[in-house]
Nanobody, 119 residues
Framework: VQLQASGGGLVPPGGSLRLSCAVS????????MNWFRQAPEKEREFVAR???????NYADSVKGRFTVSRDNAKGTVALQMNSLNPEDTAVYYC??????????????WGQGTQVTVSS
């Protein structure tokens, strides 16, 4: 499974950004899709998930601000990020799994995309 994330960049506090991740190599409908992030000198953390049935989960820190969605026809997953603040600055990664209880070490990972929130 190959994953290609895009859409990162520099945005001022309060701004919005939309990340996208294109998946190939396996039928997209079989995959649960996740977003993680890792800030400098911090542990990687879970951000959001959309299961293959369309159910979503979010980290408490992003609830109400971020929205994860998938397009099965295009084989893509998106992360709409609103009301961004400097604490959201991180490298964002998309990851795929075939089972719902997969640990990060057993997921398929794409390269990250940098998100920087700064004035």
């Amino acid at each position: 499974v190959q994953l290609q994330a895009s859409g990162g960049g520099l945005v001022p506090p309060g701004g919005s950004l939309r990340l996208s991740c294109a998946v190939s190599g396996r039928p997209f409908r079989e995959l649960h899709m996740n977003w993680f992030r890792q800030a400098p000198e911090k542990e990687r953390e879970f951000v959001a998930r959309v299961t293959r049935s369309g159910a979503t989960n979010y980290a408490d820190s992003v609830k109400g601000r971020f929205t994860v969605s998938r397009d099965n026809a295009k084989g893509t997953v998106a992360l709409q990020m609103n009301s961004l603040n400097p604490e959201d600055t991180a490298v964002y990664y998309c990851a795929a799994s075939t089972i719902l209880t997969a640990t990060p070490s057993s997921m398929y990972w794409g390269q990250g995309t940098q998100v920087t929130v700064s004035s």
